[in-house]
């Protein structure tokens, strides 16, 4: 079985609102909000693939990360390690670069089931209030 491991930021703003992306209607787990991220390459940290990848992605410059956790996953066709980081410092206003739909949702508002189940126990943590 395939093993990716997935840098995540949970981008969140002063209001405690957090910024969401669309997984697009042709990718694995379609139509999912998720935190923006993606692979880690061969040869990169995670924190380096979460900046890499929220700027392609969302087009912010991550000036600070905080490590949040990890959470692994077994799907049918493929296993997942998020590598979450909570991004509370950054340059510029996110954005769906990539045509995604977006937006901020309320941290206290996050609904797990409206994303992948990889993501369910942080989504727990943030509604209680524990991040």
């Not at 206290?108 to 209030?129: K, W």
Request: glycine share 8%.
């Amino acid at each position: 079985m395939k093993h990716l491991q997935v840098a995540v930021g949970v981008i969140r703003n002063a209001s405690k609102q957090i910024f969401l992306t669309q997984r697009a209607a042709t990718s694995h787990m379609a139509n999912k909000w998720e935190f923006p991220g993606g692979k880690i390459e061969a040869g990169e940290s995670a924190e380096e693939a979460l900046k890499r990848e929220l700027h392609e992605e969302t087009g912010i410059e991550v000036a600070a990360a905080q490590a949040i956790g990890s959470a692994d996953h077994s799907y049918n066709d493929v296993r997942v390690t998020l590598h979450f980081f909570l991004v509370e410092n950054w340059e510029g206003e996110p954005w769906g670069r990539e045509g995604q739909p977006q937006r901020w949702v309320e941290q206290q508002d996050l609904v797990a089931d409206e994303f992948p189940p990889a993501n369910h126990g942080l989504i727990s943590r943030l509604v209680s209030g524990a991040l």
